[in-house]
């Protein structure tokens, strides 16, 4: 066995915080190698010293050598420790991004010495006839040395020498070094449990991981015909695992309570329909409805089902024969899913992935300052699911997104007989939401809520048949409003950017006139997002306080002109930004199409004190209207 890879740790964690860190990597090692999908565990069960080589040897099918038994102790005096519940035993599963045909199970004996404070990993693989073959050469444990004077957390690996990799289940041993130590050491001083729960922690990981992939390959082409003017890569993988996570759930529903039929679905605010559209695609019945048709509808065929509606909380959106309500990032159509739901029919389930933060009557308010907004948004979704009589639960996606907890209502806490009691606590609820409201003074800016009980179109009359629930409920606007700086005035911009380059070319440190290096362009010196706010007054500043993104956005929209980098603004070098970038910054702002060269006047040329620093012929736009050509982009219709 070589010398272990180790990090003294300088701030001493806590042996719990240890383990909360080794955890994570036992329970999600995809959070850090990313070519995993997950793992699923056997329960842990706690064993004798004298009784774990029988135990592995059970697991294995194969007796361990005397020489993996000593490993296992590391540096401890095995003497001292002779002592019952000394090992934790259990089982994982390694679950790849990519299954290959006919491949074998990847799994490991995962071993926690409780007292020694280490976690030893056996790999070993089970082909399809159930044969297992120990991985003895890829055997390594990871411990938390405690010494008076310093506190190690160390990797050792059995036999380094022999280290086998794949890349995928099996990382290089130089990886286990440079990466998982690191992040294993930065989660023990972090020592922070999560506010939700583990990804994925209601459906079976494997299944997913394997119908993922499928849809993943299915789909990926939408990839490359994507006409909306949002990220095509994030939205088209990012529906794919909400339809994925959908089918994988109501798979096991189905196999829970016995049937074949495929669930019934409405998705409230559909968006750009693509849910809608894998769902249907994959044989389930249902249809999405939006307030505003989206280019992509006309693009998936007439067997995706997508209406175009203004959605109001009222008799009129009661879905009686529908088995699922979906509401992907739903707005303020949110706290009302659950509500729509339990009045539809006693049978009627949600699932809701909240995003932006509405109440019954208006934005989210926060009461709490001991919870993340994030957090307390997602309670109050939660409450308003229990009021309504579900059996509430939560979980994680993996999606590319920060705003991935989803709320799901199943069964019901009540008998179908007591509907009635239940309705009128739900309504007292609404009605004490909007008192929230006018007793805090916050304008209803988005509806009024009324104090009238609905009617239940599933033949239950809960209360006396009302058309309308709220007063005054207003959808968002048919036709969207276009917030990220690109329709504000062009006077407008050309003047922010103008103010801040100046103030960014006034801090250059060195002194360009008797510079003796031959590089006279003034490169400016940098500042920080909130430096540059304060260069700007009060108008401005409300201004773009209404865009998405405000003022950090407009200097990006400007990439001609400015970099902006961790939090901080440059001046833009045309000659040297493209090797100091990152390839996917570079991608991004590399330099225009062939067909779109010289149909912008180059800004350096103009406004610079020392010009372009590219000659004109190496420059992307124009010096001057003599070098300027007609844009051969299409008219943006509005």
Known sequence: MSKPSEINMTDKPSVESMWSAADVWIKKPHVVNKRLCGVTETEYRDVDTADLNQVLSCLLGTNIEMTDMVFLHGDVVVEEHETAGRWCVGVRTIIPKVNKTGCCRYKEVVIKDTVGNAVTFIPFEVNGVGQVTL??????????????????????????????????????????????????????????????????????????????????????????????????????????????????????ERAENGTTTKQSFVDLGCGNGLLVHILNNEGYPGKGTDIRKRKIWDMYGPGTHLEENAITPSNGFLFPTTDWLIGNHSDELTPWIPVIAARSSYSCRYFVLPCCFFDFCGKYQRRQCKKS??????????????????????????????????????????????????????SDYIRGREALFTSSGVSMNVNQCGNRRPHNDNGHNIS????????????????????????????????????????????????????????????????????????????????????????????????????????????????????????????????????????????????????????????AFAHGATDLRPSTKPTKII
């Not at 938390?144 to 990797?155: R, T, V």
């Not at 995928?168 to 130590?181: F, I, R």
């Open 373 to 426: 907004q994030y957090k307390e948004y997602i309670d109050f979704i939660t409450d308003v699911s229990t009021v309504c009589g579900f059996d509430t639960e939560e979980d994680c996606l993996r999606i590319p997104s920060t705003k991935r907890v989803c709320i799901i209502g199943k069964g019901r806490r009540y008998s179908e007989a007591e509907e009635p009691m239940v309705e009128e606590r739900r």
């Open 135 to 252: 991985k003895s050469s890829n055997i390594y444990q990871i411990q938390l040395q405690l010494k008076p004077d310093e506190w190690k957390l160390s990797i050792h690996a059995l036999r380094p020498e022999q280290w086998y990799n794949d890349g995928v289940a099996y990382p290089k041993l130089s990886w286990l070094h440079s990466e998982l130590l690191p992040k294993l050491s930065r989660w023990a001083l972090e020592s922070k449990a999560s506010e939700f729960k583990s990804t994925l922690s209601l459906i079976p990981v494997e299944k997913y991981g394997i119908l993922y992939q499928q849809l993943k390959e299915k789909y990926k082409a939408l990839v490359k015909v994507w006409p909306e003017v949002t990220d095509p890569e994030k939205f088209v993988f990012e529906d794919v695992a909400i339809a994925t996570y959908l089918l994988v759930l109501w798979g096991e």
């Open 464 to 619: 006396t048949p009302v058309n309308d629930w709220v007063n005054g409920f207003q959808p968002r606007e048919k036709t969207e409003a276009v917030r990220n700086c690109s329709a504000l005035p062009r006077d407008f911009v050309d003047a922010v950017v103008l103010r801040v380059a100046k103030a960014l070319l006034s801090l250059t440190e060195r002194d360009i006139e008797s510079s003796d290096c031959g590089d006279a362009w003034n490169t400016g010196g940098s500042l920080l997002i909130s430096e540059v706010v304060n260069l700007l007054d009060r108008s401005t500043l409300q201004a773009l306080k209404k865009e998405c993104g405000g003022l950090q956005t407009l200097l990006k929209n400007n990439h001609q002109v400015f970099r902006v980098q961790g939090g901080r603004v440059f001046i833009r070098d045309w000659r040297t930004h493209t090797s100091a970038q990152s390839p996917r910054v570079t991608s991004k702002h590399k330099p225009p199409p062939s067909g779109a060269l010289k149909t912008r006047l180059c800004w350096f040329h103009t406004h610079h004190p020392h010009g372009c620093p590219l000659p004109s012929e190496d420059c």
